[in-house]
């Protein structure tokens, strides 16, 4: 369960979070909405761990997520609205790195990448260095690369923002599948559709939490 | 206007730009202008070459920085021309500049280099025309890069900073065309190298060679490293491994990483053929002068040479006589004469390790008898019989050139008779025997001298007889005791004795077998005892032989000798002294440039400068989009952060980054460097180096190789090292949510 508790955020003098209060408990997709600037990357960041909170706390099952680097915990991952993904590795490289980084051998780790990516229906992409592809390409090989690693925690910024609805569908089935495997699934999303399918949902604006709502309990 | 605006936003690319222009059509002024006027601008060719993989690089730079601006021209509709200013008009501009700064550059270059490189005051209108080449060239190659720009597709080209053409068809069409280059490449370079001294056989077109080598070199180790790269991955790498072969292989370094081993290549060839060509200064002076001090003897004949350095230096530690005869241009009539029994002593160092280091055959060119000086004041002569009245002649060359005679009257009943010699003080050198009448000479002495203890022969055709003929040798001494008579004059034996000589560039013999021209004019039987590549003081075409048995029975030397003494370095000042009042003057060598002049200094001069115009566009590539791979490398870090990667494996993918491209620059450099020098060089049209002189052969320094190989390496190291200093420090995964920039 990831906890935020007053939590604040300034950058470059402007407040971009204040006074957040929010619980994303596991085994459950959230949603977070809101318009451009209104703080929902800036709170999937606290969240997972990849900005210090100017004000208030952000744990992880009670251990604070900053871990004082700036590299979120181990339990984390993250799909970027911006991907985030490394230009000189092909897709599958993309994916199995992340699985290398927590210890899987290289051959099992590309096996896993290359199922990851053929759940998404880019398995033959998977030569490819990732700076050749489009930017739907790019998006399934990054949600693919935060599925492939099962973690505690699962942090999707816009995940499905430039997916047809059939592949969204399909995105938004892996996120359940994994929440309902007890992680915490959190998604920052403009889309009704994605909304819709998640457990619960936080409305933002101007970097607050406007109501928080839950379904499906 | 447009390109204005560009300077202000894209000034480092358009600087970048504009300097591989700048540093392009600088070489090549300077490079056309070191050539002198009878000079081969063509020299330059490689550098041309060298700028169509070169300049795409701060291009393609630019180009990717307005890739969003030519897209929204794009999309608002524009014409062809004005789409045309918008893609090319900062590049074509910063080339112009560039080319400007650089033919500036290059005219101050050359001035500068006026009087070092002794230049022509007027340079002519030669580097401007190639200047204006390579101007055109960096012009069409930096459009043919912004072309690239606007083939893109227009959506990607609007919001995909980042994205790049997967490597098709082109790829395989510029590495199956670079393939059939270097075929017709060494083709040619095998077809013809250097003559011997004359004119070069190569064609121009082996100019290009360098370059081509280089630039394949390049394409084949990044196309090797990329097909290495998923076998590496396959066998499950380390992440760092796997990283570093990623990023040597990745779009971005792959032209980087061509382009740097095409200089690096072009810069060794280069640097290859000024060595051979200033090499080749040196071994060639050490030739004519023959050893550390050279002093010529205007006014005196080769014998007295010899005398005099046995007078000065009886030990033989310093002084070594000499003589050579070069007025001709046949090589069996082009002869030198050296004192071999000091040789070693006074010119083997000078001379180790070159063509011309006689030093092994010294003994075997001085197996024949050689010159016996004498000295006495009187000449006795006893025949046997004294029935009627006989003179008996005695010809001898003294000390001072002079021929004298010492005549003994014998009247009848006379047995023993003396006369005596004014000239022959110091020493003098027997070189015939007459009479007026038959008579057999029983003891024949000057001073103390028993000559009778010589061989005799019959003189048969008298010195200063025509070129060409040989001299009959019969040995007349019989008994201890000499017949001769007035139509049967004898010599000294050692003066018709075959003569052993080493030769250099095959000589042409008479039928009657080898002879050479004495050193006293007429021609002296020769036996070959060697063929070398070059000799002292001849070169590459000629004789040589021991001065002393040459000077066995010459009577004087002929006009066209010029005789010398060398000597060692160490000499002491008193000896030198003593050479400088027989009217010497001491001449220490001072290294090849010193000594030669000739188009030989002009070409080591324009290889110098492609070498360094080379290196230093290869430099200028690593440092083309320096600020904006930086911040890539950042992003990258904070990806592999984002993921788990941690600390110690990514610095272990960076240092692998650079290790893999140092050995990869450096292996290749090396390589084709040396094909390079072996081939290209090889039959590269060097300058003539002119009759009898040894041939501008392309040896392969290993110093070159490596300071190219190594150079290029650091070049490569150094750029990987200017984008990823700081990288890992500034890579906070939080950086991966700011927009791409």
Same mark, same amino acid.
């Given at each position: 369960?990831?906890?935020?508790?007053?939590?604040?955020y300034e950058?470059?003098?402007n407040?971009?979070?204040?006074?957040?209060?929010v619980?994303f408990?596991?085994?459950?997709?959230t949603?977070?909405?809101g318009?451009?600037?209104s703080?929902?990357?800036s709170?999937?960041?606290?969240a997972?761990?990849?900005?210090?909170?100017?004000a208030?706390?952000?744990?992880l099952?009670?251990?604070p997520?900053?871990r004082?680097?700036g590299?979120p915990?181990?339990?984390?991952?993250?799909v970027?609205?911006?991907?985030?993904?490394?230009?000189?590795?092909?897709?599958r490289?993309?994916?199995?790195?992340?699985?290398?980084?927590r210890g899987?051998t290289?051959v099992?780790?590309?096996?896993?990448?290359?199922?990851a990516?053929?759940a998404?229906?880019?398995?033959?992409?998977?030569?490819?260095?990732?700076?050749?592809?489009?930017?739907g390409?790019?998006? *399934?090989?990054?949600?693919? *690369?935060?599925?492939v690693v099962?973690?505690?925690?699962?942090?999707?910024?816009?995940?499905?923002?430039?997916?047809d609805?059939t592949?969204r569908?399909r995105?938004?089935a892996?996120l359940r599948?994994?929440?309902?495997?007890?992680a915490?699934?959190v998604?920052?999303?403009?889309?009704?559709?994605?909304?819709?399918?998640?457990?619960?949902?936080h409305?933002?604006?101007e970097?607050r939490l406007?109501?928080?709502?839950?379904?499906a309990? | 206007m447009r390109?204005?605006?560009?300077?202000?936003a894209?000034?480092?690319?358009?600087?970048?730009?504009a300097?591989?222009?700048?540093?392009l059509?600088?070489?090549?002024?300077v490079?056309?202008?070191?050539?002198?006027p009878?000079?081969?601008?063509?020299t330059?060719?490689p550098l041309?070459?060298l700028?169509?993989?070169?300049?795409?690089v701060?291009?393609?730079e630019l180009a990717?920085?307005?890739r969003a601006?030519?897209?929204l021209?794009?999309?608002?509709?524009?014409?062809?021309?004005?789409?045309l200013g918008?893609?090319?008009?900062?590049?074509?501009?910063a080339?112009?500049v560039g080319?400007?700064?650089g033919a500036?550059g290059?005219?101050?270059g050359?001035?500068l280099?006026?009087e070092p490189?002794?230049?022509?005051a007027a340079p002519?209108?030669s580097?401007w025309?190639?200047?204006g080449?390579?101007?055109?060239?960096a012009?069409?190659t930096?459009?043919?890069?912004?072309a690239a720009?606007?083939r893109?597709p227009?959506?990607t080209?609007?919001?995909r900073?980042g994205w790049?053409r997967?490597?098709?068809?082109?790829?395989?069409v510029?590495?199956?065309?670079?393939?059939?280059a270097?075929?017709v490449?060494v083709q040619?370079?095998?077809?013809?190298a250097?003559?011997?001294?004359?004119?070069?056989?190569?064609?121009?077109l082996?100019?290009?060679g360098?370059?081509?080598?280089?630039?394949?070199a390049g394409h084949?180790l990044?196309?090797g490293l990329?097909a290495?790269?998923p076998a590496?991955?396959?066998?499950?790498?380390?992440?760092?491994?796997?990283?570093?072969?990623?990023?040597?292989?990745a779009g971005d370094?792959?032209a980087?990483t061509r382009?740097?081993v095409?200089a690096?290549?072009?810069?060794?060839?280069?640097?290859?053929?000024?060595t051979?060509?200033?090499?080749?200064?040196d071994?060639?002076?050490?030739l004519?002068q023959?050893?550390?001090?050279?002093v010529?003897?205007?006014?005196?004949?080769?014998l007295?040479a010899l005398?005099?350095?046995?007078d000065?230096?009886p030990?033989g530690?310093?002084l070594?006589?000499?003589?050579?005869d070069?007025s001709?241009?046949?090589?069996?009539?082009?002869i030198?004469w050296?004192?071999?029994?000091?040789?070693?002593?006074?010119s083997g160092d000078?001379?180790?390790?070159?063509?011309a280091?006689v030093?092994?055959?010294?003994?075997s060119?001085r197996?024949?008898?050689?010159?016996?000086p004498v000295?006495?004041d009187?000449v006795?002569?006893?025949r046997a019989?004294a029935d009627?009245p006989?003179t008996?002649?005695l010809?001898f060359?003294?000390?001072d050139a002079g021929?004298d005679?010492a005549s003994v009257?014998?009247g009848?009943g006379?047995?023993?008779?003396t006369?005596?010699?004014?000239t022959?003080p110091r020493?003098?050198v027997?070189?015939?025997?007459?009479?007026?009448a038959?008579?057999?000479?029983?003891a024949?002495g000057?001073?103390?001298?028993?000559?009778l203890?010589a061989?005799?022969?019959s003189a048969g055709?008298?010195a200063?007889s025509t070129?060409?003929?040989?001299?009959?040798?019969t040995?007349q001494?019989?008994?201890?005791?000499?017949?001769l008579g007035p139509?049967a004059?004898?010599a000294?034996s050692?003066?018709?004795?075959?003569?052993?000589?080493?030769?250099?560039?095959?000589?042409?013999?008479?039928d009657?077998?080898?002879?050479v021209?004495g050193i006293?004019g007429?021609?002296r039987p020769?036996?070959?005892?060697?063929?070398r590549?070059?000799?002292?003081?001849v070169?590459?075409?000629?004789v040589?032989?021991?001065?002393?048995?040459?000077?066995a029975?010459?009577v004087?030397?002929v006009s066209g000798?010029?005789?010398?003494?060398l000597?060692r370095?160490?000499t002491p000042?008193?000896?030198?002294?003593?050479l400088?009042?027989a009217?010497g003057?001491?001449?220490?060598f001072?290294?090849?440039?010193?000594?030669l002049?000739?188009?030989w200094?002009?070409?080591?001069?324009?290889?110098?400068?492609?070498?360094?115009?080379?290196?230093?566009l290869?430099?200028?590539v690593?440092?083309?989009?320096?600020?904006?791979?930086?911040?890539?490398?950042?992003?990258?870090?904070?990806?592999l952060?984002l993921?788990?990667v941690?600390?110690p494996?990514?610095r272990r993918?960076?240092?692998?980054?650079?290790?893999?491209?140092?050995g990869?620059?450096l292996?290749?450099?090396?390589g084709?460097?040396?094909?390079?020098?072996?081939?290209?060089v090889?039959?590269t049209?060097?300058?003539p180096?002119?009759?009898a002189?040894?041939?501008i052969?392309?040896?392969?320094?290993p110093?070159v190789?490596?300071?190219g190989?190594?150079?290029t390496a650091?070049?490569?190291?150094?750029?990987?090292?200017l984008?990823?200093?700081g990288?890992?420090?500034?890579?906070?995964?939080?950086?991966?949510l700011?927009?791409?920039s």
């Amino acid at each position: 369960m990831i906890q935020l508790s007053g939590v604040g955020y300034e950058a470059g003098g402007n407040v971009v979070l204040a006074d957040v209060d929010v619980r994303f408990e596991a085994g459950r997709m959230t949603a977070l909405s809101g318009s451009s600037g209104s703080g929902k990357t800036s709170l999937l960041s606290v969240a997972g761990g990849l900005v210090e909170p100017t004000a208030g706390t952000a744990t992880l099952d009670g251990e604070p997520t900053w871990r004082g680097t700036g590299d979120p915990p181990p339990d984390v991952a993250f799909v970027l609205q911006v991907y985030g993904l490394v230009p000189v590795l092909s897709a599958r490289e993309n994916v199995s790195v992340a699985l290398r980084a927590r210890g899987t051998t290289p051959v099992e780790a590309d096996e896993r990448a290359d199922a990851a990516l053929a759940a998404l229906h880019v398995a033959d992409l998977g030569d490819r260095q990732v700076e050749e592809l489009s930017g739907g390409q790019l998006q *399934r090989v990054a949600i693919a *690369r935060a599925l492939v690693v099962h973690a505690r925690v699962l942090l999707a910024d816009e995940p499905t923002s430039e997916l047809d609805a059939t592949t969204r569908g399909r995105v938004m089935a892996l996120l359940r599948a994994e929440a309902d495997a007890g992680a915490v699934v959190v998604v920052a999303s403009h889309d009704p559709d994605v909304i819709e399918l998640c457990d619960a949902h936080h409305p933002m604006s101007e970097g607050r939490l406007v109501r928080p709502r839950h379904r499906a309990d | 206007m447009r390109v204005l605006r560009a300077a202000r936003a894209y000034g480092g690319a358009l600087t970048l730009l504009a300097a591989t222009a700048a540093a392009l059509v600088a070489a090549v002024v300077v490079g056309v202008a070191a050539t002198g006027p009878d000079g081969r601008p063509a020299t330059v060719v490689p550098l041309l070459l060298l700028a169509l993989v070169v300049v795409p690089v701060p291009t393609v730079e630019l180009a990717r920085r307005r890739r969003a601006e030519v897209a929204l021209v794009r999309v608002r509709g524009a014409g062809p021309g004005r789409l045309l200013g918008a893609v090319a008009g900062p590049a074509v501009g910063a080339v112009l500049v560039g080319a400007a700064a650089g033919a500036a550059g290059g005219l101050a270059g050359a001035s500068l280099l006026r009087e070092p490189w002794d230049l022509p005051a007027a340079p002519g209108s030669s580097p401007w025309v190639w200047g204006g080449v390579a101007a055109t060239v960096a012009l069409l190659t930096a459009l043919a890069g912004c072309a690239a720009v606007a083939r893109e597709p227009l959506a990607t080209a609007l919001v995909r900073p980042g994205w790049r053409r997967a490597p098709g068809v082109a790829d395989v069409v510029v590495g199956v065309a670079l393939l059939v280059a270097v075929a017709v490449v060494v083709q040619r370079s095998r077809g013809g190298a250097p003559g011997d001294g004359g004119a070069p056989t190569g064609g121009d077109l082996v100019l290009a060679g360098s370059a081509v080598l280089g630039v394949a070199a390049g394409h084949a180790l990044v196309t090797g490293l990329r097909a290495l790269v998923p076998a590496v991955a396959a066998d499950g790498r380390s992440t760092a491994v796997l990283l570093a072969l990623r990023r040597v292989v990745a779009g971005d370094q792959r032209a980087r990483t061509r382009a740097v081993v095409a200089a690096g290549v072009v810069a060794v060839a280069a640097l290859t053929a000024a060595t051979a060509a200033g090499g080749w200064a040196d071994r060639a002076a050490r030739l004519d002068q023959g050893g550390p001090v050279r002093v010529a003897l205007a006014d005196t004949d080769a014998l007295s040479a010899l005398l005099l350095t046995r007078d000065l230096d009886p030990e033989g530690r310093w002084l070594m006589a000499a003589a050579f005869d070069a007025s001709r241009d046949e090589p069996e009539l082009r002869i030198a004469w050296l004192d071999l029994a000091r040789y070693d002593r006074v010119s083997g160092d000078f001379l180790a390790g070159s063509a011309a280091d006689v030093g092994p055959e010294t003994d075997s060119l001085r197996a024949a008898p050689a010159v016996a000086p004498v000295t006495g004041d009187a000449v006795t002569v006893t025949r046997a019989g004294a029935d009627r009245p006989v003179t008996v002649t005695l010809s001898f060359l003294t000390d001072d050139a002079g021929l004298d005679t010492a005549s003994v009257a014998l009247g009848a009943g006379e047995a023993t008779g003396t006369a005596e010699v004014s000239t022959c003080p110091r020493a003098c050198v027997v070189v015939g025997l007459t009479a007026t009448a038959p008579v057999e000479v029983t003891a024949l002495g000057l001073g103390a001298t028993d000559l009778l203890a010589a061989a005799w022969t019959s003189a048969g055709t008298t010195a200063g007889s025509t070129t060409g003929t040989s001299r009959r040798t019969t040995d007349q001494t019989t008994g201890g005791s000499l017949a001769l008579g007035p139509a049967a004059p004898l010599a000294p034996s050692a003066a018709t004795t075959a003569i052993p000589v080493l030769t250099a560039g095959r000589p042409s013999w008479p039928d009657a077998g080898p002879a050479v021209p004495g050193i006293g004019g007429g021609s002296r039987p020769a036996t070959a005892a060697g063929d070398r590549t070059a000799l002292p003081l001849v070169g590459a075409a000629g004789v040589l032989a021991d001065l002393p048995t040459a000077l066995a029975g010459a009577v004087d030397s002929v006009s066209g000798v010029q005789v010398l003494v060398l000597a060692r370095a160490d000499t002491p000042a008193d000896v030198l002294a003593g050479l400088r009042d027989a009217g010497g003057d001491p001449v220490t060598f001072g290294g090849g440039e010193a000594a030669l002049e000739g188009p030989w200094a002009a070409e080591r001069h324009a290889r110098s400068v492609v070498a360094v115009g080379a290196g230093a566009l290869g430099l200028l590539v690593f440092l083309a989009g320096r600020r904006r791979r930086g911040l890539a490398a950042r992003r990258e870090h904070a990806a592999l952060r984002l993921v788990g990667v941690p600390g110690p494996e990514r610095r272990r993918a960076d240092v692998l980054e650079a290790a893999v491209l140092a050995g990869a620059t450096l292996a290749a450099t090396a390589g084709a460097g040396y094909l390079a020098a072996v081939t290209v060089v090889a039959a590269t049209p060097l300058v003539p180096a002119g009759p009898a002189r040894p041939p501008i052969g392309s040896t392969v320094e290993p110093w070159v190789l490596l300071l190219g190989a190594v150079g290029t390496a650091v070049a490569a190291v150094l750029g990987a090292a200017l984008v990823r200093a700081g990288a890992a420090r500034r890579s906070d995964p939080a950086r991966l949510l700011e927009e791409e920039s």
